[in-house]
């Protein structure tokens, strides 16, 4: 029998994407999807899957919050899915069934299909199921977490660029590019994924592509039109197209940047 599951993701590219992937394995049949923790939470109560690929990091409704409200008795065998290597960690330490790290490649997501199948077969999902319920619930729903510094892949390496290192953050297309001083960086996330993730008392988007590192920022003023500049530390200039008098606020409140 094929394995029915369920694959919940807050970003329609990775969703789509993971529903490619499936289709390859012969052994999985896609149930359902879902965009948000909440909508995941009431398919698993109406329509238990086998198996549930759960985004970690989801706004309002995390993935950890979803498997909360799931009675544990009720649980589908889980494999987490993160893009941060903290949310792997935390999955690893709960002795999860299985994480991917995105971006995973096929044969990544064969070898974690072929080891829920085993766990299925052996019928112990219930017993891993029960001490991922108690670390959950041993483990009170914490703030945002957000990111401290991007992991940068390129071929076999990874280069590590610390948050408080990134001037600014530009989207290209489905990417977005990290502008340091020590050259510029692309990485595979969205800008509106990334404003998610970065801490709001050093990031704010100034306008539909950029997103500044408050830090970096030396002096705002209006041209000769009236529309505003953000001038960097670098003399570098910005757009600043939204948010005027909050970004205003941020700079000589600081600690109002971590209200929103």
Same mark, same amino acid.
């Given at each position: 029998?094929?394995? #029915? +599951?369920?694959?919940?993701?807050?970003?329609?590219?990775?969703?789509?994407? *993971?529903?490619?992937?499936?289709?390859?394995?012969? /052994?999985?049949?896609?149930? !359902?999807?879902? !965009?948000?923790? +909440?909508? +995941?939470?009431?398919?698993?109560?109406? @329509?238990? =899957?086998?198996?549930?690929?759960?985004?970690?990091?989801?706004?309002?409704?995390?993935?950890?919050?979803?498997?909360?409200?799931? =009675?544990?008795?009720?649980?589908?065998?889980?494999?987490?899915?993160?893009?941060?290597?903290?949310?792997?960690?935390?999955?690893?330490?709960?002795?999860?069934?299985?994480?991917? *790290?995105? =971006?995973?490649?096929?044969? $990544?997501?064969?070898?974690?299909? %072929?080891?829920?199948?085993? @766990?299925?077969?052996?019928?112990?999902?219930?017993?891993? &199921?029960?001490? *991922?319920?108690?670390?959950?619930?041993?483990?009170?729903?914490?703030?945002?977490?957000?990111?401290?510094?991007?992991?940068?892949? &390129?071929? %076999?390496?990874?280069?590590?660029?610390?948050?408080?290192?990134?001037?600014?953050?530009? +989207?290209?297309? #489905?990417?977005?590019?990290?502008?340091?001083?020590?050259?510029? @960086?692309?990485?595979?996330?969205?800008?509106? #994924? *990334? /404003?998610?993730?970065?801490?709001?008392?050093?990031?704010?988007?100034?306008?539909?592509?950029?997103?500044?590192?408050?830090?970096?920022?030396?002096?705002?003023?209006?041209?000769?039109? !009236?529309? @505003?500049?953000?001038?960097?530390?670098? #003399?570098?200039?910005?757009?600043?197209? $939204? &948010?005027?008098?909050?970004?205003? %606020?941020?700079?000589?409140? =600081?600690?109002?940047? !971590?209200?929103?």
């Amino acid at each position: 029998m094929k394995i #029915n +599951a369920l694959i919940v993701d807050d970003e329609p590219l990775a969703l789509a994407r *993971l529903r490619k992937m499936l289709a390859l394995e012969p /052994e999985v049949e896609i149930a !359902g999807e879902c !965009g948000n923790g +909440a909508e +995941a939470i009431n398919f698993i109560r109406s @329509h238990p =899957p086998d198996l549930v690929f759960l985004d970690v990091q989801m706004p309002e409704v995390s993935g950890f919050d979803v498997l909360r409200a799931i =009675p544990v008795a009720s649980l589908p065998a889980v494999i987490f899915v993160t893009a941060h290597d903290q949310h792997a960690v935390e999955a690893f330490e709960v002795d999860a069934l299985d994480y991917l *790290l995105k =971006p995973f490649t096929q044969a $990544r997501l064969k070898a974690s299909v %072929s080891r829920v199948r085993l @766990h299925l077969q052996a019928r112990d999902v219930s017993a891993l &199921n029960q001490h *991922l319920a108690e670390w959950l619930h041993k483990t009170p729903p914490a703030g945002p977490a957000y990111l401290n510094r991007f992991a940068i892949k &390129n071929g %076999s390496q990874t280069t590590f660029i610390k948050v408080e290192d990134v001037d600014y953050v530009e +989207a290209a297309s #489905n990417y977005a590019v990290l502008h340091t001083a020590g050259g510029n @960086h692309v990485v595979r996330e969205t800008l509106l #994924n *990334l /404003e998610a993730t970065l801490p709001p008392r050093k990031f704010r988007r100034i306008s539909r592509s950029v997103i500044v590192n408050l830090e970096r920022i030396r002096e705002i003023h209006a041209d000769a039109r !009236g529309d @505003h500049l953000v001038v960097l530390q670098s #003399n570098h200039q910005l757009s600043l197209t $939204r &948010n005027v008098h909050e970004i205003m %606020s941020c700079l000589q409140f =600081p600690e109002a940047s !971590g209200q929103s």
